[in-house]
């Protein structure tokens, strides 16, 4: 073994022991990095609490322009103090999403000083990847699903005349049509992060790439029953959460693939470096 080589190893170790500290230190900023984290969620509450009637006009403007095609006076129905406490969900759920990326620096800074220099170095494509996967998943249930969800709901609508002589007539509740929104937003948002899941996985040695292509068909089915699982009863949103992620799941393979080969290429030049 060469000089570099035994110079490497030593390396990693004294990076490790510089980073040790006592329980006590641990446990002191565990309480500091909670402490910023649940402060940035409480602003954040707050800041979506101030605008949460605007927040909620923008996340209804696909019910509007769905059922406003049918009929002039668009109308979401509410019962006492519901679109209060819709207000206050919506609020929690945007005041974590404005707080995520500080929750999760404060969870990387926490957990860095255990890693070694190569390995934080890695972990930070993976942090600035996970908001931009989960606004790409919301952003396909806003602008594409939720219209089209919306659009098929509002024809199941019938006259009394059609049929069985009875008025089928769409009546949306506020904290209804919040709850499937935001379901919809959370379970597309989270299927996005497949990809980060499993090159993590792969970077730990549990998976590869022909692990994932030898259980295409099994993922494929288990896909199947999360999206029934996640998404609210009805086919349409199923079937476009499952599609989405088996497409997610065919790009995991070739990030699986390109890790793999990337880990191999640093073996390599580790090894010509012994040499």
């Known amino acids: 073994m060469s000089d570099a080589a035994k110079h490497e190893t030593p390396s990693e170790e004294e990076e490790l022991q510089q980073s040790a500290a006592p329980l006590l230190d641990h446990l002191v900023e565990l309480r500091q990095r909670l402490i910023i984290s649940i402060a940035a969620i409480v602003a954040g509450f707050l800041f979506c609490f101030a605008f949460s ?3 909620y006009e923008f996340l209804v403007i ?38 995520f990326p500080v929750v999760a620096f404060q969870i990387y800074q926490f957990v860095a000083p255990g890693l070694y220099k190569r390995e934080r170095h890695a972990a930070l494509p993976f942090l600035a990847a996970m908001p931009v996967l989960f606004t790409t998943g919301a952003a396909l249930v806003y602008f594409v699903l939720m219209p089209f969800v919306m659009r098929f709901a509002v ?7 059609e049929g069985s002589g009875v008025s089928i007539e769409l009546l949306t509740r506020v904290g209804d049509y919040l709850s499937l929104i935001t379901t919809l937003i959370m379970a597309f948002g989270f299927a996005f992060q497949l990809p980060v899941f499993l090159t993590l996985l792969a970077r730990a040695g549990l998976i590869n790439a022909d ?11 288990v896909i199947f029953i999360i999206a029934a699982f996640l998404t609210p009863p009805d086919p349409i949103s199923q079937l476009v959460l499952a599609a989405a992620i088996i497409a997610l799941y065919e790009v995991s393979v ?6 793999e080969r990337k880990a191999r290429d640093s073996v390599d030049e580790a090894e010509e470096a012994s040499v």
Request: no cysteine; net charge positive; charged share 20%.
């Open 53 to 55: 009637i605007q927040i």
């Open 254 to 259: 070739l990030a699986v693939r390109m890790a």
């Open 62 to 99: 696909p019910f509007r322009n769905a059922v406003g095609a049918v009929t002039e006076e668009p109308t979401l129905y509410f019962a006492p103090l519901e679109f209060f406490f819709t207000r206050i969900r919506l609020a929690a759920l945007g005041g974590v999403a404005l707080a």
């Open 155 to 161: 024809g199941m609508e019938q006259d009394a005349g």
């Open 211 to 221: 692990f994932l292509r030898r259980h295409r068909k099994v993922a494929i089915v």
